[in-house]
Every structure is written in C-alpha cells, then in structure tokens.
C-alpha cells in the first residue's frame, strides 16, 4: 500500500470538515476529508436550522451562498411567548441583523457538491480511521476502505469528527481539560408536512414543559418538544405530539398550528461540552469534537463554522510565511468564542424549560421573560447573541 500525501487531513465531513475543506482550497492548500457514513447519510441527516448572519456571509464569500440565497429563509426577529402571550424580539431594530434558517443538510450538500466540483477529495464510508503521530512533524491517518488498509501523510490533523468522533479520545490522557453539564430533559423534535403556523420562529415557555416552532420551507414545519432525556418514541404517537405541541405552543383564539403528516422525528439529549485546549500537537479540534452546546440558543453549527475559520486562518500563515504564531492561539482565540456561546446557550436553556420541583423557578423565569421583552437592554443583549457575536 502506497500512502497517500496531502496538507491537512480532515476527519469528518460536517459542516467543520467541509467548510474547513473549502476555506483551505480557496488558499491554495490540500486536504482529504475522511467521513465514515456515506454520502446520502451525510446529505439526509436533520439536524440544525438557523445560520447567524456571520456564518451566511462566510458561506457567501466562499462562493457557496447561491442556493441559500434562494432558499433561505431571511428573519428579522423570533417570538418569545409565555401565558398565553407572544412577544416579538425584533432584531433588525435592535442589532441591525438577521438569521437565515436554512437547514443544515441543505448547508452541507452545498458544501459537497462544492468541493467535489472543485476536485476536491472526500472519502465517504471511511472505515475505523485512526490518527497518528500527531505529536511529531508528520501525522498519518489510518483507516479501510471496503476492507482495503489506506494511509495518509499530512502535516496537520483536523479533528471535525462532532462529539462521539475518534479524535478527542485519541490525545493522550492528561491533556485536555473537560467542562461538562448535563441537563435533565431532552428534545423531541419532528419534521412535519405542513406549512409554518408563523413567519418566524416561536420560543414557547410552558407550565408542561418547552416547545419551539421552527420550519425549513413554506410547506414544511420544524417543532420540538421538551421530553426526558432519553424519552423513548413508542410513547410518542403522532396525536400525542400535536396535542402536546397545540397545548404548549397556545397562542390566543386568531393563532392556530398547522398539523400534517410527520415526515421524521428524533429524542436529542442536551450537554453543555467544552474541552480545553482544542489542540494538541499538530491535531486541531473543531466544532463538536471539542464542544457541544444545547440547542435552545441554536448555536451549534455556528460555532463549528467560526472554529475553522480560526484555523484556516492559522493554516494559511503557516503555510505562507512557515510562522505558528496564529496556530499557537488556535484554542486561546477559539475558546473565547466558545465560552461566551456557551454561556449564552446555558441561558436561554434555563430560560426557557420547565425545571422539575421548585415552584420558585416558574415564578423566576416567568419575571425573567417579563423583563426580557420590556427592557429595551434585554432585549437587545438576546438579540446580538442570538444574530450572532461578529466572527473574530
Ligand atoms: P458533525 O456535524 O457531527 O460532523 C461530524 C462528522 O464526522 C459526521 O459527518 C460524522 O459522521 C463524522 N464522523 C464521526 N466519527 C467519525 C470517524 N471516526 N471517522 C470519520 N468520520 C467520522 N444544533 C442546533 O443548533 N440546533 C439543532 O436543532 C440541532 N440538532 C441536532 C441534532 C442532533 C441529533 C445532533 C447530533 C446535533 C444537533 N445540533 C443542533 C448540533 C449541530 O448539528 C452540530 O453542532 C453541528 O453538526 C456541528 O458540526 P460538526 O461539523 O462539528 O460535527
Ligand atoms: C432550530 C433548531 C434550534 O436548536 C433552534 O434553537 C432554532 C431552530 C431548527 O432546527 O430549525
């Protein structure tokens, strides 16, 4: 078996992988993106929606922007509603911003067919890959394909395999420092076959828990529910869900949710994840691989992006001037982002969802949300976290 050589070998092709892929082509420098699921699996996998304004600029300025022009959806604010009353954030008034929802499979098939038109290399169903030496000038990847042993020399490994990914656990213990919480429910969450009940995105605080309303296209509704962590979906028929979303997401007599046939639904867990630092040796985490965030402030992908902008940048020095100075405050500058989104997602998790027990809590997060769309302060400091922090 001959080796392969490339600069910077890639694991995983999510939206870190791929757009880390592209950014690093757009400067001239090679990279293989390994991936162990195929690529309908990759293209067909529901996941996030919303894209803050950084990440669409980003995406437009790498020249991957078109159809999420088309197609995306452009929002100028989401609702917060809470007693049976909504209450609209409006965040062009009070940030000048807007997100795009968009959903991430869309930003991915994007991404592949970008790369791929530009001969760039993803090796899809990539099968027990493995990261070497990264602790020397000449890191390798292992890993078979269709039984076949293939190995890759580059000079840099980027670790965007998300969170249960083979990269993290690869650095030897003692190294990195891991920051965790996890939360006690989770989020079910359905794809329906009917038009949004709302132009914009529905946060809905409960007696019976959270529920948010979200879409991917006029004719297709995104929800999700607060459930147990590791709800099981045979309790969950269809009727069960729309009754429990009709009751939670109530908004007066004139607001009425669309129902349809339910095309996918799924039980997310929640964490708060981060480990530091993100790099070690020439292995650079990014995105999932080094942190998780909850999904109520809808960060995910976002912060995933921002990593490997850090890092193409970094990249881009070593390889024009041979300097690490950049790459040596790959997690410093990283880190900085992360925690503050971190914060921010924390926040509007504890925020939003019922907390078993202490009756104190409903009273608290009840004044919270009365603060929250009464002061012009509050609401602004939800709006520029949530439009996104400017990228660094
Ligand atoms: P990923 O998208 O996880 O990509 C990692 C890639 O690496 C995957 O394609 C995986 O197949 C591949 N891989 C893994 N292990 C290996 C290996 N050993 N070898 C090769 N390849 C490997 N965020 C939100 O904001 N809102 C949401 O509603 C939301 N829903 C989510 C639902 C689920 C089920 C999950 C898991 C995440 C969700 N997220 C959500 C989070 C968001 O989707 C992630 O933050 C985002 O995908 C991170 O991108 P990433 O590229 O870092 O990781
Ligand atoms: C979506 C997901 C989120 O986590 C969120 O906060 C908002 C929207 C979505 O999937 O559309």
């Not at 162990?36 to 996941?47: L, T």
């Not at 940030?95 to 993803?122: C, F, M, P, S, W």
């Not at 080094?290 to 193409?312: C, E, F, M, S, Y």
Request: aromatic letters at 10%; one cysteine or more.
């Amino acid at each position: 078996m001959k080796p392969t050589r490339t600069q910077v070998g890639i694991v995983g092709a999510g939206p870190a992988g791929l757009v880390l892929s592209h950014l690093l082509h757009r400067e001239g420098i090679e990279s293989i993106v390994l991936e162990s699921k195929s690529r309908q699996y990759c293209e067909e996998r529901i996941r996030a929606g919303v894209l803050e304004w950084g990440t669409v600029d980003l995406l437009n300025q790498m020249g991957v922007g078109e159809r999420m022009k088309r197609e995306g959806l452009v929002h100028y604010g989401i609702e917060l509603r809470f007693a049976g009353r909504g209450h609209r954030i409006d965040f062009k008034d009070l940030t000048g911003r807007a997100i795009t929802v968009y959903g991430q499979h869309e930003v991915i098939k994007d991404l592949i067919q970008a790369r791929l038109a530009d001969q760039g290399q993803i090796v899809f169903e990539a099968e027990d890959v493995r990261v070497q030496a990264f602790d020397t000038p000449r890191p390798k990847i292992q890993y078979a394909l269709s039984g076949n042993v293939q190995e890759i020399h580059c000079d840099f490994i980027a670790g965007c395999d998300g969170f249960h990914g083979v990269c993290r656990p690869s650095i030897p213990s003692g190294i990195l420092t891991a920051y965790e919480r996890i939360y006690p429910f989770g989020w079910l969450g359905i794809l329906a076959e009917a038009a949004p009940s709302s132009e914009e995105l529905i946060y809905a605080y409960h007696e019976r828990g959270f529920a948010l309303h979200s879409m991917r296209s006029p004719k297709i509704t995104r929800l999700y529910l607060q459930c147990g962590p590791e709800e099981d979906l045979a309790n969950w028929p269809d009727a069960k869900i729309w009754s429990e979303l009709q009751r939670r997401l109530a908004g007066g007599k004139e607001w009425k949710l669309n129902e349809g046939p339910i095309l996918q639904k799924g039980v997310t867990g929640m964490r708060s994840f981060v480990v530091e630092p993100m790099q070690y040796g020439r292995m650079f985490l990014a995105g999932d691989a080094a942190h998780i965030v909850p999904p109520t402030g809808a960060k995910g992908l976002n912060l995933a992006v921002a990593d490997v902008r850090v890092l193409a940048r970094g990249l881009k020095e070593f390889y024009f001037s041979g300097s690490t100075a950049l790459l040596d405050r790959y997690s410093e500058i990283c880190l900085r982002r992360v925690w503050r989104v971190q914060r921010f997602s924390w926040w509007m998790t504890s925020l939003l969802h019922r907390h078993e027990g202490n009756p104190f809590d409903d009273r608290r997060q009840l004044a919270e949300l009365d603060y929250l769309t009464s002061s012009r302060a509050a609401s602004q400091s939800l709006a520029e976290n949530y439009v996104g922090l400017p990228l660094d």
